[in-house]
């Protein structure tokens, strides 16, 4: 099966500053990737994703981009913002399944955003 | 649009006791999940079921069974429960392959 691999685990930045978090994942059929922010006590929620014809997505100050050949994908936040601390999960769809779509979660980066 | 609601918020259980935690999306989703999360470890599937009529085991499905009762909803069910089944649970559903989870607010179950 799928295996996802994020780094880092914790992640401590200053305000305005860019912040970065890596993810590797196994499965060359993969074609699905989306980041998820979960507050504390909050349930995951979507932030961006992407799909493998496409090597970069932007929206506003986050970007994700896709390296399918090393498999690897990355979140950008640039101008980081307090409400910007929670837990960031990557995620990577396991690929040729019929029907569903079944994800495979990294273990999580805890971005803190300092004043 | 309520998204995704799963009964109970907390439960606590005593160890060989059973419970069914219950999730139904108003989306008009096909495909649905059960996921656990534990510290340091992200979220796991435990179940999945790709359209009605369908389920199929995910990475953790043991001491745990699934209904898909209609399209609406699906219900996850321990039969006897153990400490290591201690968790926050996540209900998701998805339109079709390759499209977002949208997580329902999860239950926390504790089992002592």
């Known amino acids: 099966g799928e295996n996802v691999e994020q780094h880092p685990s914790t992640l401590s930045v200053q305000e305005g500053d860019s912040a970065v978090i890596k993810c590797t994942y196994s499965?060359?059929?993969?074609?699905?990737f989306p980041w998820y922010k979960q507050e504390l006590g909050k349930r995951p929620q979507l932030i961006i994703d992407i799909r493998s014809n496409v090597g970069e997505k932007k929206d506003q100050r986050i970007a994700v981009t896709l390296n399918k050949t090393a498999k690897h994908f990355s979140l950008h936040i640039t101008e980081t913002q307090p409400e910007d601390s929670a837990v960031y999960f990557c995620a990577a769809s396991e690929g040729g399944t019929g029907g569903g779509n079944k994800l495979t979660f990294g273990t999580g980066t805890q971005l803190k955003v300092e004043l | 649009n309520a998204g995704v609601t799963q009964t109970p918020k907390f439960q606590v259980l005593k160890t060989g006791q059973s419970m069914t935690l219950q999730c139904a999306q108003d989306?008009?989703?096909?495909?649905m999940y059960w996921y656990r999360q534990d510290p340091g470890m992200g979220l796991r599937l435990i179940y999945y079921?790709?359209?009605?009529?369908?389920?199929d085991k995910g990475e953790v499905p043991n001491g745990y069974n699934v209904s898909r009762l209609n399209k609406r909803e699906f219900s996850l069910r321990l039969e006897s429960a153990a400490p290591s089944q201690t968790s926050v649970y996540f209900c998701a559903s998805s339109d079709d392959y390759n499209s977002p989870l949208h997580f329902g607010n999860g239950t926390r179950l504790t089992v002592t």
């Open positions: 989306m008009n989703h096909n495909s």
């Open positions: 079921s790709a359209s009605e009529g369908t389920t």
């Open positions: 499965d060359s059929a993969s074609n699905y």
